[in-house]
């Protein structure tokens, strides 16, 4: 089976992308959304996380996200130590969900694939890119947050240039229409034997 990761930086549209996969049937894993499941199913994660950034991290038996972001998003070591207690389970939950699967291929929807070293854990890297200023007014709209705050977010992803290097595959995501068509080309390919 064909393992392919989906990357993009913020605001490129990779969980549009995603999504336009899922309706040609492709099983697709969010890792932020099973990263925030198991931030809360997995008891050994809550111990080394109320460990690192104390019991606040925890509200309700819930994830306190905003004090968790607040504590670790100009800390570089702190987010470092958080992935490191996260990714690991993350991996080995993402590996259990590959085995269950019957298609092709899969997709691994996932933020930081180049800037964590990871591009050897697939067959493929599929990099979504979109120009910054659409990028930035996407991301204003979806989290009604300021430039400033985005551009952080931006600052601590690697440049699309870079990527792009490193990419077996890129989509544009200008457009819906022009997506849609590039996706399902693709799609095409990865059924391929031998492709």
Request: include cysteine; proline fraction near 3%.
């Given at each position: ?14 969980s ?6 899922r309706?040609?049937?492709?099983p ?17 994660i ?7 950034l ?11 996200r905003?004090?968790i ?22 991996r ?7 085995d ?13 694939i180049?800037?964590?070293g ?9 990099l ?5 200023e659409l990028?930035?007014?996407?991301v ?18 690697m440049?699309?240039s870079?990527k792009m290097?490193l ?13 849609k068509?590039?996706v399902?080309?693709?799609?095409r390919?990865l059924?391929?034997?031998n492709?």
């Amino acid at each position: 089976m064909i393992v392919v990761g989906l990357t993009g930086g913020i605001g490129s549209g990779k969980s549009t992308v995603a999504n336009m996969f899922r309706e040609l049937e492709v099983p697709v894993y969010d890792s932020d959304e099973e990263a925030k499941q198991l931030m809360i199913s997995s008891g050994k994660i809550k111990k080394s996380i109320i460990s690192l950034l104390g019991k606040k991290a925890y509200s309700e038996g819930n994830l306190n996200r905003s004090y968790i972001a607040n504590r670790v998003f100009n800390n570089p070591d702190l987010l470092q130590q958080l992935n490191d207690i996260v990714h690991p389970e993350v991996r080995k939950h993402f590996l259990d969900w590959v085995d269950d699967q019957t298609s092709n291929y899969v997709i691994q929807e996932t933020a930081l694939i180049f800037e964590n070293g990871a591009q050897d854990n697939y067959d493929h890297v599929l990099l979504v890119t979109a120009p910054i200023e659409l990028r930035l007014q996407r991301v204003m709209e979806r989290d009604a947050t300021s430039e400033q705050e985005v551009m952080g977010r931006m600052n601590n992803q690697m440049d699309d240039s870079e990527k792009m290097e490193l990419a077996d595959f890129c989509i544009e995501n200008l457009d819906l229409e022009t997506t849609k068509k590039a996706v399902k080309k693709l799609h095409r390919k990865l059924n391929r034997p031998n492709h």
